[in-house]
């Protein structure tokens, strides 16, 4: 069964994915069993913008995009999906439903925000959770309050007196910690929600936006969730492509980028990746990485050609100290 993963989808107006030059991206995606992406943005028309850097909506017309891409599951734990409040949100449940979109990583509390999609293809059954470590104040779920499933950070600062001696200014080291009860929590509905499913995939909202490097805490966290029972760790936020981790039986995507992105215009040319994950039974059987680039005027997905495959080989190996991977094509192919 093979499943399809990509990054950040930010649409804000319709289009036509059967159009070219960008039909060998949604190809790709759509010949998939199963297509899975995070939406960054909700749709409606309630509520009112939050005091932030960037505050997201589209008309509620434009989710029939999502049916055109073919996606089977959208995760909706992010930092944008309550950028305008609760009542966005819960009207972004209401038209997925409605659409029969299946969604996971937000709901009317706790319960709902964690609550698990199981789908069924070729025989293998497979659950989707969603989580987000990307906090805007108040959009985390609780036991009584709507919001995203959420991973709780703290963040501190490591000085060095003696550095600072020596060079004053030095900066400090970023240590970022998760919270242990989400981490239990988190781990906990993953074992239970193994003992229903062939596999599980967390995507997860995560890392730090346009850093090349990661994020201290999310190496641990990814790999605790794959001792859990995780198969598959989908990671995205940061709008740029990082490495890849093989760990133990699963995979951990870090960021796989953005695949559409209308809003942004001097994000154009960023990269990313579309993952294609062969699933057995009982592993990952094959993984590759194929890689595309967000068009200059349209803000859709480019896949790219055997030079652009050949750039994101050599930058996986940089990314990705301990993997094997393999040209083919296109794409590149992680030795398993």
Not at 61 to 83: P, Q, R, T, Y
Not at 156 to 179: A, C, F, M, N, W
Not at 204 to 212: D, L
Not at 252 to 266: K, M, N, P, Q, V
Request: aromatic share 6%; glycine share 8%; net charge neutral.
């Amino acid at each position: 069964m093979r499943l399809a993963a990509v990054g950040d989808i930010m649409i804000d107006h319709s289009f036509s994915p059967s159009n070219p030059p960008f039909n060998r991206a949604f190809q790709i995606t759509s010949g998939a069993d199963l297509f899975l992406a995070n939406l960054e943005i909700p749709f409606g028309t309630v509520g009112s913008p939050k005091e932030k850097m960037y505050a997201y909506r589209c008309e509620p017309s434009v989710a029939k995009v999502l049916l055109a891409l073919g996606v089977d599951v959208v995760s909706l734990a992010n930092n944008h999906m309550l950028d305008y409040g609760e009542e966005v949100m819960l009207q972004t449940l209401g038209i997925l439903t409605r659409m029969r979109i299946p969604h996971v990583g937000a709901g009317r509390n706790m319960k709902e925000a964690s609550r698990p999609i199981f789908l069924r293809r070729r025989g293998i059954r497979v659950a989707f959770m969603s989580l987000a470590a990307t906090l805007p104040l108040g959009a985390a779920a609780s036991e009584n309050r709507p919001g995203i499933a959420p991973v709780h950070v703290s963040t501190s600062y490591e000085v060095d007196p003696t550095s600072l001696q020596e060079q004053p200014g030095d900066p400090p080291k970023i240590r970022t910690r998760v919270d242990i009860g989400d981490e239990d929590r988190i781990c906990s509905n993953i074992r239970e929600v193994k003992g229903k499913a062939d596999h599980v995939v967390v995507g997860i909202h995560w890392g730090i936006a346009f850093a090349k490097q990661r994020a201290e805490y999310q190496q641990p966290l990814a790999r605790r969730m794959i001792e859990a029972g995780a198969s598959l760790i989908v990671g995205h936020h940061p709008h740029i492509r990082h490495g890849i981790e093989c760990y133990r039986k699963g995979v951990i995507l870090y960021s796989l980028g953005d695949f559409i992105f209308h809003d942004r215009a001097e994000m154009t040319g960023e990269s990313g990746i579309v993952a294609t994950v062969e699933l057995h039974r009982s592993k990952i059987r094959e993984l590759r990485l194929w890689p595309i680039s967000v068009d200059a005027k349209a803000g859709l997905p480019v896949l790219g050609d055997g030079r652009e495959g050949k750039q994101l080989l050599e930058e996986m190996r940089q990314l990705s100290p301990g993997e094997d991977f393999n040209l083919d094509g296109e794409s590149v192919k992680v030795i398993l």
